[in-house]
């Protein structure tokens, strides 16, 4: 009885009615209730045995339950559920918080550098170490996740609830593209002799398309090197460049690697035949190939921030947000002035223009490592030699890079001479408005019904990526 007395008070305690309308904060979706809380303080007076995961040599050839630890992908979802968008919208606005954050810090390190970050990435592995970090790093964590400093059990986050919505994300992603190619593979390298918590291995294997988990002798760092990057040419299939190596290999034991992929073909966008001018900055420019366009779009012109947005759709929902200054405006303004409102600005009150629009080719490549970023942040404990992952592993885990990789491609599916005679019939006569992106811009990709940034980005040099 007792504790039907507790729940009903803790549930009124987060629930209250305005009007006959039930209201439950957001935050709340992510906290563990009290059930749970109860059920973990019983777990912990009692000794249970942890059951542990032993990773294989990345030099080892794969056994079949340790190929791919994931083996289907499941496509199901198409739409979300109304229940499911407050608990959405609450995380996709920390996860662009958080992205802003770290783009700030990117752009001051990589002046006049392309520059392209995936948020919901970065946060998606930021939780999956939140869900190995216990007391102080946990406690820490969270609140760099955008959540309050927990006070209780209850005003803990739970990261399964977290990845389970950034699970959602992806599959509305991934579920109806035609146009759209995507894919994420997450390793994680340890040193021989580390056995990992086998739940904390399982709760990571939903948030990827591919999860490997993989011994690596890191005592030579070259050959420890090599080991790990053809491990990863061969799952990405293609050649890339390096990606991990370890700094201080006598006591790092563990690395962390995401890899995105995302390629998408802009319908009815041909290719311009010969390479144009693009600016890179105002008195230096390169030839790039472009692909051209025309059509309806959301445009806007804003003469009083200075900048010209234009929607491109790039799937039903989806879609790509390009954002050029004007009136002599700089990108660097821009950038400086970003915050939460700059989305709702740009995307308020557009209006639909018939546009023929130019804009270059996209092969970006970047690669960042998170703990140089943390550091720029002043925040380098979080997985710096102190922080406390004890629920990753019983052993001490001294963590080294931690590397967000992304490949991304935009192009069009036609070439000049294949030209649709006229798409539109209702447009002829309409004389379109020339827009050319000859230089230097931002992007940002938009998963259209959770509205989640997945990409965002400065493009200086269109084609950085072999
Ligand atoms: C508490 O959370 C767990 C798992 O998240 C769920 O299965 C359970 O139904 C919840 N209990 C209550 C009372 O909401
Ligand atoms: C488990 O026990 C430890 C040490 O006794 C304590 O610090 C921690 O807060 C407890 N965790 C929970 C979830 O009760
Ligand atoms: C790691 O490599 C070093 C030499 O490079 C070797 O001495 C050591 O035994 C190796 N450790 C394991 C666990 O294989
Ligand atoms: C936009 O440009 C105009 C004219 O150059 C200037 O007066 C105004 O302050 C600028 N606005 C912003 C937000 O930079
Ligand atoms: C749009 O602009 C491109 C590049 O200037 C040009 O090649 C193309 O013919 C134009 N298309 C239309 C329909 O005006
Ligand atoms: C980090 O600390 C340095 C020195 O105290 C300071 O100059 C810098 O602005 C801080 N960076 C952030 C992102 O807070």
């Not at 942890?50 to 030099?59: D, G, L, N, R």
């Not at 820490?140 to 994300?169: A, N, Y």
């Not at 086998?198 to 398309?209: A, E, R, Y």
């Not at 959770?450 to 990526?465: D, T």
């Amino acid at each position: 009885m007792a504790l039907h007395v507790m729940l009903l008070y803790f549930t009124t305690f987060i629930i209250f009615t305005i009007g006959n309308r039930v209201y439950v904060h957001p935050f709340h979706f992510f906290a563990y209730n009290k059930s749970i809380c109860t059920e973990m303080e019983k777990q912990n007076q009692s000794t249970h045995e942890e059951k542990v995961f032993i990773p294989i040599s990345v030099e080892t050839d794969d056994s079949p339950e340790q190929k791919n630890l994931k083996s289907i992908n499941s496509l199901e979802t198409q739409s979300l559920d109304v229940k499911d968008i407050p608990k959405v919208t609450y995380l996709t606005e920390l996860m662009k918080d958080l992205g802003f954050r770290y783009f700030s810090v990117l752009t001051n390190m990589h002046k006049s550098e392309t520059v392209l970050l995936s948020p919901t990435n970065i946060y998606a592995t930021l939780v999956s170490f939140y869900l190995g970090a216990s007391k102080q790093t946990s406690t820490e964590l969270q609140l760099f996740l955008g959540f309050t400093t927990p006070s209780e059990c209850t005003s803990r986050v739970d990261g399964h609830k977290v990845l389970s919505v950034l699970k959602t994300i992806d599959d509305l992603l991934l579920s109806k593209q035609a146009d759209i190619d995507a894919s994420r593979l997450t390793c994680l390298f340890t040193a021989p002799g580390i056995h990992l918590s086998k739940t904390f291995v399982q709760d990571l294997v939903p948030s990827s398309d591919a999860l490997y988990v993989k011994a690596v002798n890191f005592t030579n760092p070259t050959r420890a090197k090599e080991l790990i990057n053809s491990f990863f040419e061969s799952r990405i299939a293609r050649k890339s460049n390096t990606i991990l190596t370890t700094d201080n290999p006598s006591t790092i034991n563990l690395l962390f690697a995401s890899y995105i992929h995302f390629k998408v073909t802009v319908k009815n966008a041909f290719q311009v035949n010969q390479p144009q001018d693009f600016w890179i900055d105002s008195n230096k420019k390169i030839s790039v190939p472009m692909i051209t366009i025309t059509g309806m779009f959301n445009y806007k012109s804003d003469d009083k921030e200075n900048l010209s947005v234009i929607h491109i759709p790039l799937s039903k929902n989806d879609f790509l947000l390009l954002v050029q200054p004007t009136n002599g405006n700089s990108l660097d303004r821009i950038e400086s002035s970003l915050s939460r409102d700059s989305f709702p600005i740009w995307l308020g009150k557009m209006s639909n223009r018939y546009l023929n629009l130019t804009l270059p080719k996209l092969r970006i490549e970047s690669c960042y490592n998170f703990q140089e970023i943390l550091r720029n942040m002043n925040v380098s404990t979080l997985l710096g030699e102190n922080a406390d992952y004890s629920k990753i592993s019983d052993a001490h885990l001294n963590i080294g890079k931690v590397i967000n990789k992304i490949h991304f491609e935009l192009d069009g599916s036609r070439t000049e001479n294949e030209q649709p005679q006229d798409d539109s019939q209702q447009n002829a006569g309409l004389v379109p408005l020339e827009i050319k992106m000859d230089r230097a811009f931002l992007m940002a990709v938009f998963e259209g019904i959770s509205k989640a940034l997945l990409f965002f980005g400065r493009v200086i040099y269109p084609l950085n990526a072999l």
